[in-house]
């Protein structure tokens, strides 16, 4: 179980993290959820203590980190995958690191084949590496001391979709075993697929955090007619308010059951009608990412 | 991509089976990071190599030029080129960690950074001392060798009080460019600070003695090449050893100190 504790943050006049408080509990994969820059790295180097806040506390199991001893065969860490020696090779950054967790050579072959770096891709050295196989080197590393706790920074960047589908079953059935994922990521869609739980950030503050099913479940309908025209009229004659979707359908806030009624009332032919789920998600979600805007708006096509 | 590790039921974290990573393990791990890269490879295999050329050169120079040798001088004029190497040694076993950025992995498998860097302190004067037994090797095979080339017995005049002061030496050089790297955390300018120091500012002392007279009587005191210079020749006096210990105290224990203090305290991103 990992627990951060009122965790502020600062440098300067900036808040990275701002009195963030959450719990990632065994047995489930925690997402961890933000834009980038949203102090989600900085969260997480917290709980490791290789950054020290300067007010709260983050915990694993109930201990800092730095009193556990011998962390890694408890705790997996993977912060940067690009944090590695350029002129190692593969094979020598996990021996590295199982010679000092007392680890034989065996277990750095095992984790190796566990991650999928062939022989030869353990010889070169890192420098040659493209980030998937920094990634997968990286988690090789996390899991060597075979631990309960996996903390994990952004783990499916650079991995090509074979690679993310690994990815998601290996933390799905570590989480099955009863440890506990903490993964961050930058991606909605990558994160409702793996986690269970989820923590979403903003700016350095939490602005939602639940299970899955929590944070999906919202009220809304997604209503798709024949006639656009036909059902916008129908909905105004119930008092419902509906806005298009831009793909033929409307969201509504009202139940599913109310629009389908207002579509019977008026006669009219749906080709879709369901509750929308995640759609509040999504939307804070991109809310977040607007706030700190860093693409200029599209604009929206002046044609002539 | 298979799975081949047996499932274990992972449950809450007992940290009672656990002990602590040993001392020399952290050693042997440092010492390992020292030659397990191209760079660190080369750079030991220059040490020795540069050792042995000092070594020909000055037997070459010694059997033409009819000077005569000891043991003694042979193992001064190696001293001089090992000083050289040995503190870049010391310097990249501190900095890489923060260049390649390793210090990430290097202190969530070892959170008391403390002993990180005492470790790595050990492993440089471990290769300091391995260095220091190769000039030695050289100085001794040059000295048989000198006795053959100009058919005279070989003089193994050389005091037990000097090997000390010559391992001494060689130790402070590794110390000096790894109390340069704990506090500037970076390669170049750690290097550039150390060679600086060997070289311009003995120059910069010896010029200042001459001009100001205050500082003549002050030198001593500040100037740590000065004060080790006795070491070699074995001709340390009571008041050698305070020079050696107030300027000591300000170009090693100050900047490792306070180098330290900065790893303890640092943001490792």
């Known amino acids: 179980m990992i627990t951060l504790e009122n965790v502020t943050m600062r440098y300067g006049g900036f808040t990275a993290v701002d009195n963030v408080s959450f719990t990632a509990r065994p047995g489930r994969v925690t997402g961890f959820l933000g834009p980038n820059g949203a102090g989600k790295s900085t969260s997480m180097r917290i709980v490791v203590g290789l950054t020290v806040p300067q007010q709260g506390r983050a915990t694993i199991g109930g201990h800092a980190y730095e009193q556990i001893p011998n962390p890694a065969h408890h705790v997996g860490v993977l912060l940067d995958a690009s944090a590695q020696h350029a002129g190692r090779t593969g094979r020598e950054v996990l021996r590295l690191s199982a010679m000092t967790m007392g680890l034989g050579r065996g277990r750095v072959e095992e984790m190796l084949e566990l991650v999928g770096l062939s022989g030869v891709e353990a010889k070169r050295r890192v420098r040659n590496y493209s980030l998937g196989m920094r990634q997968r080197l990286g988690i090789a590393n996390a899991l060597l001391g075979d631990p309960s706790v996996l903390i994990l920074d952004e783990p499916v960047n650079g991995l090509d979709p074979a690679g993310i589908h690994w990815m998601r079953g290996l933390l799905r059935s570590h989480a099955a075993r009863g440890g506990t994922v903490l993964l961050s990521s930058h991606l909605l869609h990558e994160v409702e697929m793996i986690a269970d739980d989820m923590v979403l950030i903003g700016r350095g503050k939490i602005v939602a955090q639940g299970t899955r099913e929590e944070l999906l479940h919202t009220a809304g309908t997604y209503v798709k007619p024949l006639d656009p025209a036909q059902l916008t009229a129908a909905l105004e004659a119930a008092g419902i308010s509906a806005l298009p979707s831009g793909d033929g359908g409307f969201r509504s806030e009202a139940e599913p059951v109310d629009v389908g009624r207002a579509a019977a009332a008026g006669g009219v032919a749906l080709v879709e009608l369901r509750r929308a789920e995640g759609a509040g998600l999504e939307e804070m979600f991109l809310q977040l990412t607007a706030d700190d805007a860093r693409e200029p708006a599209i604009p929206t096509g002046a044609s002539s | ?269």
């Open chain 2, 1 to 269: 991509m298979s799975t081949t590790t047996t499932p274990r039921v992972l449950g809450p974290i007992d940290i009672a089976g656990t002990s602590a990573v040993p001392f020399s393990t952290l050693i042997k791990v440092e010492l390992r990071k020292s030659w397990d890269t191209r760079a660190g490879l080369w750079l030991l295999v220059l040490t020795g190599a540069f050792t042995m050329i000092a070594m020909v050169i000055a037997l070459a120079v010694a059997t033409t030029q009819d000077v005569p040798m000891t043991l003694g001088s042979f193992i001064a004029t190696t001293a001089y080129t090992s000083a050289f190497l040995l503190p870049v040694l010391g310097i990249l076993l501190v900095t890489s960690e923060w260049s390649q950025r390793t210090a990430m992995v290097t202190f969530t498998l070892e959170p008391n950074r403390a002993r990180v860097i005492l470790a790595k302190l050990v492993a440089g004067l471990a290769l300091a001392g391995s260095v220091a037994a190769v000039a030695l090797m050289a100085a001794v095979l040059s000295n048989l060798l000198f006795g053959l080339i100009e058919g005279v017995s070989p003089s193994w005049e050389f005091g037990a009080d000097r090997l000390g002061g010559f391992l001494l030496a060689q130790a402070f050089a590794m110390l000096t460019g790894f109390a340069l790297a704990t506090l500037l955390l970076n390669t170049a300018a750690a290097i550039v600070t150390y060679f600086a120091y060997i070289f311009l500012l003995p120059a910069v002392f010896a010029i200042a003695a001459v001009f100001l007279d205050w500082f003549d009587s002050l030198r001593p005191w500040i100037d740590f090449n000065f004060a080790q210079a006795p070491l070699f020749d074995a001709t340390m006096t009571g008041k050698d050893w305070g020079y050696l210990a107030v300027s000591g105290l300000i170009w090693l224990v100050l900047p490792v100190t306070l180098g330290i203090w900065r790893v303890l305290r640092a943001e490792v991103k």
